[in-house]
């Protein structure tokens, strides 16, 4: 009895801290609607379409690039930009914020590339407060190293 309250306490926390599926291919879109990249099903690496490592999530919630820059943290299936606390982009499990519009096809996925080496994550800065509005950065430009 024991065992099964561990395994079912453990896969609530999980569930409450990345609100994505399981084993599953997350398509993030972009604030007209473009799918530009996709959380792989291992939930921790984000990839481009065209196969490039992009970024990875750290502590279930922080989107870091390889550089070790903090781009961006998850609030509700959506990613908020460091940069301004606005909306950067979204996917079909978020929950709140801006209006998004309606999802475009995604493009097909290449083969995934090599990761390159994880940086020294650079200092953390402090969270802006959330903003109602679309970043500028809802682009591939939110990725530096892109």
Not at 139 to 144: C, V
Request: proline share 7%.
């Amino acid at each position: 009895m024991r065992l099964v309250h561990l395994h079912l306490k453990r896969s609530v926390m999980s569930n409450e801290l990345n609100p994505f599926p399981e084993n599953e291919i997350t398509p993030f879109y972009d604030s007209s609607g473009h799918a530009l990249f996709y959380l792989h099903s291992d939930g921790k690496y984000f990839y481009h379409y065209d196969g490039t490592p992009i970024a990875y999530l750290y502590n279930h919630q922080c989107i870091i690039s390889y550089l070790g820059q903090y781009l961006g943290w998850l609030h509700n299936g959506s990613i908020i930009d460091y940069k301004n606390g606005r909306y950067a982009f979204f996917t079909s499990h978020s929950s709140d914020g801006v209006s998004r519009p309606g999802r475009k096809s995604k493009p097909s996925r290449s083969s995934r590339q090599s990761r390159p080496a994880e940086s020294s994550r650079m200092s953390r800065p402090s969270r802006p407060s959330r903003s109602s509005g679309w970043s500028e950065n809802s682009n591939m430009t939110f990725f530096p190293n892109y």
